[in-house]
């Protein structure tokens, strides 16, 4: 059971590493495999301090989206945006490179790929 969840999380990661900025990501994480699922609305500051937030904000529509963290390790954190229910972005941001990859579900549309710069 732990083998399989090690080999599915090396994998993604690496997915997600050697990903360039033309290639899309596809959807393929399982519901399963969610892990503290944090259902709080984009008004609550509560994902307001995460580095990729205001970009994120940016490039969605000005609508109350849910966030629900999917992954956040050392190296990558993946975060569901939802309205009413429906999942409608997933954005992958890899920690030491700080980039940042916003993908629109519904025909799996990369609406951003770029390293974020500190501020």
């Given at each position: 059971m732990y083998l399989k969840m090690i080999t599915f999380l090396a994998a993604a990661a690496i997915m997600t590493a050697c990903a360039s900025n033309g290639?899309?990501?596809p959807n393929s994480q399982p519901?399963?495999?969610?892990?503290?699922p944090l259902n709080v609305s984009s008004s609550d500051?509560?994902?307001?301090?995460?580095?990729e937030y205001d970009t994120i904000m940016k490039h969605l529509d000005e609508k109350d989206y849910s966030f629900n963290t999917v992954t956040?390790?050392?190296?990558?954190r993946i975060l569901l945006i939802e309205l009413d229910g429906a999942e409608q972005y997933?954005?992958?941001f890899v920690k030491h490179t700080n980039r940042l990859?916003?993908?629109q579900l519904d025909g799996d549309k990369q609406l951003y790929n770029d390293i974020l710069v500190s501020q």
């Open positions: 290639e899309q990501i519901k399963a495999e969610v892990s503290d500051g509560q994902y307001a301090s995460l580095p956040d390790n050392e190296g990558t997933k954005t992958i990859k916003i993908i």
